[in-house]
DNA sequence: GTCAGTCCCTACGCTTACGTAAGTTACGGC
DNA sequence: GCCGTAACTTACGTAAGCGTAGGGACTGAC
């Protein structure tokens, strides 16, 4: 039952991703963290320093293990603009499939609620990135680059919405799915593909 | 100071709403609302029997408000798909533009927190009119049906981030907004308008 | 005026859950 | 075999917030 104190950190915070998963931040008590880990209270304390504390740590590194995947999907510049859009959304389905209660956890409310009013920044981290690329495509057109902001809010939230639907669904193939997302936001509705297939493997 | 209960009832249920639009349903409290609405607990009690209650007529109202205006959008058996997704758009729009705190809280989790571990009902209630629109077409044409949950969602997905992201940018103008949906649903990254327009006005 | 009904208040009980204080048990070096 | 340190415990203080009991005040009819 003795742990060191490593060992215990890590299973704290694998109990209270998957308890903050299940109830969301406000329903979640430290008490039942403690329980699950077979542990009284004040380990926690001692760890994290309270709830905001373990809950601060589990959101980062999801921040992070999200985000590192996306950004390094999108991270070749001189990729065809679509194969980065390939790249991303398998890149999200990735995570989100290998990490489904962080993904959770990510897109219900923070315990401030969304700090300033403003949406769920995580969603607002990775738009910002995908503005970025979208930007340098527009300007490159002739587009109006003030519109990558629009269209990369709407790239985010298609993208989003489908994963978190996928979620429960589960049912076409990770893989199937991604190819129809690009589908869709590459062809549009008037020049879909009967069936889409990705360009490019991993 | 004093008024009478249907005036009463109805302060209260404005006062709810921008309380729980603000601060969502967990942390807003009873004793708030009431003090909101220069009155004091058993007030609201007494009206709505409870905090749930009294979340329960918001939503139910917002819900219906919303889903009514969609609804009617989505109505006309006979118009062109993409005259019906201009209208879905603006009817969106226009609700989210008159009823700010409303379209918050629905986004926002419920109280038991999306019953069952599925998805806020309120988006799933609309990608389930789309999903029905889309099977019509999609069977016109020979696709897959089964695949229009997957396209009603990444389209609902799209709509709702970015009316979110709209609610606190408020740059382009709504109609803008609606037309740059529009052109990246139909017409997709590779067609993209340069200056798009929509077919038909409200 | 007085009486009924409606509107509203103060004050309280009770639960939940955060955070803390002080004490207890196992482990490793000497 | 002793002792410090690290891991852990029980037990409590405190605060927030839901819901309720019982009583006060205003209004209008007769």
């Known amino acids: 039952m003795r742990m060191t104190g490593k060992e215990r950190r890590q299973q704290l915070l694998d109990v209270a991703r998957a308890l903050f998963a299940e109830k969301g931040y406000d329903s979640a008590s430290v008490e039942e963290i403690a329980h699950r880990a077979g542990v009284s209270k004040p380990v926690v304390y001692e760890h994290f320093g309270g709830k905001e504390g373990i809950y601060a740590v589990v959101v980062d ?84 680059s003030k519109l990558a902001a629009l269209y990369s809010q709407s790239l985010v939230g298609m993208v989003a919405l489908t994963a978190q639907w996928w979620l429960d669904a589960r049912k076409p193939k990770k893989a199937e799915v991604a190819a129809h997302l690009v589908n869709l936001a590459w062809n549009g509705l008037s020049h879909l593909e009967d069936k889409p297939a990705l360009r490019k493997r991993r």
């Open 61 to 144: 590194r999801e921040m992070s293990a999200m985000l590192a995947g996306v950004t390094q999907a999108l991270a070749e510049d001189d990729a065809h603009p679509r194969v980065l859009l390939e790249r991303a959304a398998c890149a999200l389905l990735d995570y989100i499939d290998g990490s489904t209660d962080g993904f959770r956890i990510l897109v219900r409310d923070s315990p401030v609620a969304t700090a300033s009013g403003t949406f769920s920044s995580l969603l607002n981290d990775i738009a910002t990135q995908v503005e970025h690329i979208l930007g340098i495509q527009f300007a490159k057109r002739g587009y109006d």
